[in-house]
């Protein structure tokens, strides 16, 4: 199953990709995470971000208002928003994504109307890299051309970000930044296991741990919790099921991460008991 991206892969990235993808991102709109803070378009003194996973705890919690109501909201992979409104908000400032978990996010999530990474003045997209996809999309995206070669071949410019999204709408994680999130906040166990080669933070986690970096302030909902049998996989799902568990993240380490950060005040998880 393709879900298992091979982390070293980066490694094997044709210089030449990686280098004329990231010269495209050589824009001030780049340099920063909320590179429209500075022009005065939220009136807060610290930076209040929203983070919101799709947790199923999510469901009927009637969090939508008090979501967007923060300086930045952001959100991940199958994050169907229409029909969800009242429990899970409508914004989204950051959408955090790989090209594999956002391509496999729009297989599953069809049923429930997720149709792509969620489309708005506000929105930037951040890529997770793991894999020469994620650069070469990202060029494709920005500048309008065609994909020649890959899973996301096209003959014509991808328009998964909107038919005339710019280069300034797109962020790349560091591969660096995600390798020092794994080393320090979420050293698994798996590291001693055969999974190591394919373990990694999930994709939540990063989104989280980028914001924890980032915002003055973090309100996480729809993460995973101590209860988490209470509820469903995702807040969108049709029919109740249990947590999904991958053998190339640990979720059970990033939940008592989440119970610790939230413990020492360092940000405020949504919990329902
Ligand atoms: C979501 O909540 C409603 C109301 O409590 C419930 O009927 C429904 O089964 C829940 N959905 C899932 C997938 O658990």
Known sequence: MNHFSFWGGLCLLLFTVLNS????????????????????????????????????????????????????????????LTGFENDVGSRTSFYTFSTNTMRNSMRSYARVGYRGPPI??????????????????MKAASTHTAIDQGPERSKNPPTYFGEDVTVEKFKIYHPDFIRYLRNRFLHSNLLKTGARRIYRPSTGAVMLLAAIHTCDQVDAYGFMTPDYTLYSDHYYDKQRRAVRFFANHDMRMEMRLWQELHNAGLINLFMRQ
């Open 120 to 137: 708005s003045k506000e929105t930037r997209y951040i890529f997770l890299p793991d894999h020469d996809r994620d650069y070469i999309l």
């Open 21 to 80: 993808s990231l010269a495209i991102l050589n824009t001030p709109a780049n340099r920063l995470m909320f590179d429209d803070w500075e022009n005065g378009a939220h009136r807060s003194e610290c930076i209040r971000c929203a983070v919101v996973g799709n947790g199923g705890i999510l469901n009927g919690s009637r969090k939508g208002k008090e979501i967007d109501e923060h300086d930045y909201v952001f959100r991940v992979n199958g994050a169907a």
